[in-house]
Every structure is written in C-alpha cells, then in structure tokens.
C-alpha cells in the first residue's frame, strides 16, 4: 500500500501538466452540473415560495353566527393537513381590498354597505398542499351550510404542480446527462495518463507485475484527480453565484450538502472511470 501511494504520488509530481489538464476537464464537466444544481435549487426555492402562497378561501354567508364559524373552524383546524385558519370579518376584508386594489380604492371608499363577505383563509401544511388535498380540503368546507362559495385559484393551483413536476423530471434527465457527460470527460483524462505512460506500463508487465499492482496508483491519481476537479467546480460554480448576485439579480447558493456531494462525485467518478479506463487499456497496452 505504501508503495501504491507514493508511485501515485510520484507519478502526480511527475506529471503535473497532464495532472492539472485532467483535473480541468473534470472541473469543467463538473462546472455544469454545478450550474444545473445552482439553477435547480433556485427554481425549487421558488416553487416552495409559491406554494406557500396556495390556500382554500371559504366565503361564509352573511348569517353565519358566530358559534357556527367557529364550529366549522375547530372542524377544519383538526385535519391533519391544515396549518392555519385565519377569520376574516367583512370590514377585514373591506380594508384588504382597499389596500391589494388601489385601482378601485375611490370605489371601495364611497360604498354604504360594504359588498364583501366574511371569510376563512385556510392554510395547508408543507407537504400536504397538493391537488389532490387542496381539492378534498375545498369540498369539506363547502359542504359546510353556512358557506356560500370556496375558491383557491384551481387553474392557478393547477399550473403550478404541473410546473413543479416539470421541473423535476427536468432536473432528473440533465442532471443524469450531465454526470455521464462527467464521467466520459473523466475517462479520457485517465486515458491520456495511461497512454503518456504506456511504456513503462509495457515495462512493468514484462518483468511479471501483475495487472492489480499495476492499476492501484492509476485508480489513486482518478481519486486525486476527481476531488481536485469536484473543487475546482465548486469554487467556480461559487465565482458565478457571486457575480450573478452583484450584477444580475438574488439568488441563493445551493446548500453545503450538494457542494460537497460535488467534490465527492468528482472522487467517485475518478475511481469509476480510472477503473474502467485502466482494465480497458491494459489489455490492449
């Protein structure tokens, strides 16, 4: 093991043009993905930020007690998906509109019965605020009498789950396209190494050594040569974050999690493809 070391090693020393080529290659390759998750987990963050937003509003009929509403509350509040409940008198609601609708505010201003129901704003937890709950939620409240109509922006709601699947299978396709992008990259950089040193390679057979000891340090420089390259694109995934944070518009960096399953997937891609590259070429050497 401390000969495989330090013929890695030596080799890396040896061979730091080829060394900084390969790593550069798999940075860049990795620089892409790095992007992707950067672009990804900022659509994600808006699409969360956005279902926040999707809630049952359930107009309540001017009759309605006030032992009614809060029968219909208690009700709705013990489902396991709903989050919040906030009761909205009339004037409530008067005042809302007047503030989200300043176009009609010399409108709203003058009337001498305010028009606007009472309402329940119901909030759904995370996780729960899908179609299919949000759905089921409008018909349980509906189905209370003292309600009058329900709404929560269907075609609205519907527009956005449908985007929210787009963007994972999206992510799914060229986040797997990327990585054996990656990995190809990765391939040929071992390839070039082994094919610098195809005669000592040659050499090495010749006097008896057998094909393990002779692929170890290669897999040891994939290894060195994935992480240097998974860092490389981290930092300058990061380099983008920043400019485009100062010059473009907000965005968010991607958790420190991914970035260092970035670095990681560099290791592994240098031991996958060194592997591959290495049992390859040494039956053909």
């Known amino acids: ?44 963050l808006a699409l969360e930020t956005l279902e926040e937003r999707v809630e049952v509003v359930a107009y309540l009929r001017d009759n309605a007690g006030s032992y009614e509403i809060a029968a219909m509350t208690d009700a709705l509040t013990n489902l396991p998906e709903v989050l919040s409940i906030d009761f909205v008198t009339k004037s409530e609601a008067l005042l809302k509109a007047r503030r989200e609708l300043p176009e009609f505010r010399d409108i709203l201003t003058d009337l001498e019965v305010n028009p606007l129901p009472a309402s329940l704003e119901i909030q759904l937890r995370p996780g729960s605020r899908t179609r299919e709950t949000v759905d089921r939620l ?18 609205w709601v519907d ?21 054996v992008v990656a990995a190809l990259i990765i391939g040929t950089a071992v390839r070039i190494a082994i094919f610098a040193r195809r ?55 991607i958790p420190t999690q ?11 891609f240098g031991l996958i493809a060194s592997n591959l590259s290495v049992r390859k070429h040494l039956r053909e050497i």
């Open 159 to 179: 527009k956005l789950f449908t985007l929210r699947r787009m963007g994972g299978v999206t992510t799914t396709v060229l986040g797997t396209a990327f990585a």
């Open 1 to 44: 093991m401390f000969y495989t070391l330090r013929e890695a090693i030596r080799n890396l020393r040896r061979t730091p043009l080829l060394t900084g080529l390969s790593a550069s290659m798999i940075g860049l390759a990795l620089f892409v993905v790095g992007l992707f998750a950067l672009a990804a987990y900022n659509l994600q």
């Open 258 to 268: 991914w970035a260092g399953i970035g670095v990681l997937a560099g290791v592994v």
């Open 199 to 253: 005669e000592e390679i040659k050499v090495m057979q010749l006097v008896g050594a057998r094909d393990e000891f002779i692929r170890q340090p290669f897999l040891i420089e994939g290894v060195v040569t994935g992480a240097l390259g998974g860092l490389l694109a981290v930092a300058m995934t990061y380099l983008t974050f920043r400019s485009v944070l100062q010059y473009l518009f907000t965005i968010s960096w």
């Open 138 to 155: 409008a018909r349980q409240a509906e189905a209370f009498p003292i309600v009058e109509d329900v709404q929560y922006g269907q075609e």
